[in-house]
């Protein structure tokens, strides 16, 4: 059959306003027409059994028992789709064209089907909500559907089990019967039979929703805020890479660059925010600094060194060019938001998490202090990175999920109004209209609800005509239906989208928006601010759900509380480390942001990049604290009741390190006893020794602890502890007796020389010797190295290498550290240190 053939209708032709039965199936000669054809079938059927040989028994009494459907989809076998309906929004003396799908999802071939409109079964529009409610919940074909329009209908071929047909049907809206403004159904059906079941009978239907417009009804528009995220899992890694003395940032890999680029989602996102008036942006301020990041030379972590901790070398990061995707994208950005109608809102840096802190880190003493941080420098970094004014006291919990915790955690932060799901603070059930978003829930905060039914539709990637077309639809109907409830009472409604907004999702919302706000104009698109300044309703629910009604689903993406303890230890050994460097801007910057991005609220959906996440930035911490360290050491051999025991330490940063002292601690004070402890100053790639006196008691092994602190108040150690072994030798009688036989020795010494003057008169004697007097005793030979050259700074402050001992300034208990001529360290490993 020709393509206007099947457009013309023949074929199947009916009478307008005949009547129908609960499927919407005719009651004239089409009836009839399908009588005929089931007795054909039934009288080749009986042909059949009396000439093929029995297979089964007939039931007892002879009578056979008409089979039955084993599921709806047996009665039902055709999947109907609509995929675009032009225009979105019927107008009197219009016509309105829907396009589709018709798939054979059943078992047997269709014979002689069509597809139809089918005209709504009530003049009258939907009334309330609940109504649009209930269509979108049928699933098979109904009475309430309507009854076929004659025409048009689309003639479909014979179709096997598995064949999809598209089809185009134009209706004229007076075809329709549509007698006032409002939001009517609008369904397509597959009606003919099947090759197992001759009857004539509804094969499947789609249903979707189709606004009409006589203009001019007067009612007020609903004001309407629409979020427009940008976010984006972190990619900025703690390390950075020296390189011609300049810093280059590290990220963990190249996602932006796909992302930024025309085409990507994040490029695509912009472009389209850029043509709509009235948005809020929500954006996170960590993107903004990798996009910023990238408009220079930047380099990327190696796959699988992404969680070793290792600084960014050149054997595990790969050298990337500027990009310019990231400099357009950045300047597209900027251009924007800087329209007087739209506003933006300013995440905390990186997007943490408030929910996972809120029940599994609240006792954590570092998740207060991160989460104001990471506000202020949120509003500081979009501000400075978009020169615009920001919003930075909004709080928006995981999906917008809400309970008595995490409004705590939020005013903590110092956010006075929280986004919120319809979900966690539903409407009341004797309330028969729509209630404005705004909601007082105390202690100063207010929740801006989001109303599900509009924004549910967008909460997935809507890639296919299909889901597209359905979202667009129901958001139209659920708007107009909103606004015209009560035309003379104006409400405020909050769109969320979900924080990864998909390209495809962004563009079928942004032409809802554009057909609500253009076309007859029931919706007002305002900025957060102005919806949030609206009035309450007295009759809506402010009563914050408990924890205990949190829902489990979002509950078990949650950041675990190993995770969150291990984030709250690296700002502890963060703090450390701040107190012993004379340059720390060089590390607080990097480790702080990579802290607060390890609670990032993306990391719901990427748990494994997540933890690994975590893993290389508490990795990469503990390497910088122990660039400055205590070398082990094995045995120590003391010679003698007393003695000093020399104890290097060594920094391999490349910057001083001060504000450190070393405590030796003897496990067994009564054997051996220590000095005090000891103040020191590192320079840059470089140790020094301390020696501490030693007095000892007994022979024999002690062990001893080297542990580094932090001077000033509240000092803490520094550093895992350097555990040692003195093994303390002659500590005896024995010794008063080497003592006593010294002082013979020296008296017997003394009186041969002054015999020896007295013969030579008092002149010295030729051999030249002269008397003998006491001076220092010399420690024996030291070969001190040379002090190594300062390595490169990097922005981490590690140094790339340290290959020798280098001295320090000498002082009375301070020496550089000695080595042998062979290079081996002698107070690094087993060593003898005489009195």
């Not at 219009?94 to 798939?103: A, E, K, R």
């Not at 009334?127 to 689309?154: I, M, N």
């Not at 990579?594 to 609220?601: D, G, Q």
């Not at 122990?626 to 051999?637: F, H, I, L, R």
Request: proline fraction near 9%; charged fraction near 20%; hydrophobic fraction near 35%.
């Amino acid at each position: 059959m020709s393509e206007p053939a099947r457009h013309s209708g023949l074929g199947a032709h009916r009478q307008p306003g005949r009547t129908a039965d609960p499927t919407g199936r005719p009651t004239d000669g089409r009836r009839r027409r399908g009588r005929a054809r089931r007795f054909a079938a039934v009288c080749a059927a009986a042909l059949a059994l009396f000439t093929a040989a029995p297979a089964t028994a007939l039931p007892a009494g002879g009578n056979i028992r008409p089979a039955t459907d084993a599921a709806a989809s047996a009665e039902y076998p055709v999947v109907v789709t609509i995929e675009s309906v032009s225009p979105q929004l019927a107008v009197q003396n219009g016509t309105v064209s829907i396009t589709g799908h018709v798939t054979n999802s059943g078992k047997s071939a269709l014979k002689g089907a069509h597809a139809a409109v089918r005209k709504p079964v009530s003049s009258k529009p939907l009334q309330r909500r609940s109504e649009l409610q209930g269509v979108a919940a049928r699933t098979t074909p109904k009475g309430e559907d309507g009854v076929e329009l004659d025409s048009p209908q689309y003639a479909l071929p014979e179709l096997n089990p598995g064949q999809s047909q598209p089809y185009t049907l134009s209706v004229a809206v007076s075809d329709l019967g549509l007698s006032e403004s409002g939001v009517y159904e609008l369904a397509v059906d597959a009606w003919g039979s099947t090759a197992d079941n001759p009857r004539d009978r509804p094969l499947g239907i789609a249903r979707t929703f189709l606004p009409y417009t006589q203009g001019g009804n007067g009612a007020q528009p609903t004001k309407v805020t629409t979020l427009w995220p940008l976010v984006h899992a972190p990619v900025l890694a703690a390390q950075t890479f020296a390189e011609n003395d300049q810093t280059v940032p590290v990220l963990r890999d190249d996602s932006l660059a796909t992302e930024l680029a025309p085409g990507g989602r994040l490029y695509e996102l912009v472009d389209t925010g850029a043509k709509l008036d009235g948005l809020t942006w929500v954006v996170d301020p960590d993107l903004l600094d990798a996009a910023f990041a990238m408009t220079k030379q930047y380099r990327v972590q190696k796959p699988g060194s992404e969680d070793g901790g290792k600084p960014a070398r050149e054997d595990n990061t790969v050298p990337r060019p500027p990009s310019a995707a990231a400099e357009a994208w950045l300047n597209k950005l900027r251009a924007a938001v800087a329209k007087p109608t739209d506003q933006v809102i300013a995440l905390p840096y990186a997007d943490p998490d408030l929910a996972s802190i809120a029940h599994n880190g609240s006792d954590l003493a570092g998740m207060g202090t991160a989460l104001s941080k990471a506000a202020t420098a949120g509003r500081l970094t979009v501000e400075g990175r978009l020169s615009v004014d920001t919003r930075s006291d909004v709080a928006w919990p995981y999906q917008g999920h809400l309970d008595q915790q995490i409004t705590g955690i939020a005013r903590q932060a110092g956010s006075g109004l929280v986004l919120a799901s319809g979900t966690s603070m539903p409407d009341p059930d004797s309330v028969n209209y729509t209630l404005t978003a705004v909601r007082p829930i105390g202690n100063g905060q207010t929740a801006v609800v989001a109303d599900d039914a509009v924004s549910a539709p967008f909460q997935k990637d809507l890639n296919t005509p299909k889901d597209q077309t359905e979202a667009a639809q129901r958001f139209l109907a659920e708007t107009y239906a909103i606004t015209h409830e009560q035309p003379q009472n104006q409400r405020g409604l909050l769109v969320m989208p979900p924080r990864e907004l998909t390209a495809a999702t962004a563009k079928v919302l942004a032409g809802a928006l554009q057909t609500a706000t253009s076309s007859d104009k029931w919706l007002t698109p305002v900025k957060l601010d102005a919806l949030a300044q609206s009035a309450p309703d007295p009759k809506a629910n402010t009563t914050v759900p408990s924890p205990a009604d949190y829902p489990t689903q979002a509950r078990a993406s949650e950041l675990p509380a190993t995770a969150l303890s291990g984030t709250d230890k690296i700002q502890d050994d963060l703090d450390t480390l701040m107190r012993v460097l004379t340059l720390p801007q060089r590390v607080r910057g990097p480790f702080s942001a990579a802290m607060v991005r390890s609670l990032s609220t993306e990391w719901r959906t990427q748990a494994p990049a997540g933890n690994a996440y975590r893993t290389g930035v508490g990795k990469y911490l503990i390497e910088l604290r122990d660039a400055v360290q205590v070398p082990k050491k094995n045995v120590v051999t003391l010679a003698g009741d007393t003695g000093q025991l020399q104890v290097s330490v060594r920094n391999d940063l490349t910057q001083t390190v001060t504000n450190l002292k070393l405590r030796l601690t003897s496990n067994q004070p009564n054997r051996l006893a220590v000095g005090e402890e000891m103040a020191l100053v590192l320079p840059a790639s470089q140790s020094v020794t301390l020696r501490f006196n030693a007095q000892a008691r007994s022979n024999g092994p002690v062990q001893m602890t080297a542990q580094l602190y932090t001077t000033g108040p509240d000092s803490r150690p520094y550093g895992d502890p350097q555990p040692f072994t003195v093994e303390v030798t002659s500590v005896t009688n024995g010794v008063l007796y080497v003592f006593a036989g010294a002082a013979v020795l020296l008296v017997l010494a003394a009186l041969r020389f002054v015999r020896q003057r007295k013969r030579r008169g008092g002149q010295p004697h030729e051999d030249g010797d002269q008397p003998v007097g006491d001076g220092p005793a010399e420690d024996g030979p030291q070969d001190t190295a040379e002090a190594e050259p300062e390595a490169p700074d990097t922005a981490d402050g590690t140094a790339k290498s340290s290959t020798g001992d280098d001295p320090a300034p000498d002082g009375p208990a301070q020496t550089p550290r000695a080595s042998s001529p062979d290079g081996r360290d002698r107070t690094a490993g087993d060593e003898k240190v005489g009195p």
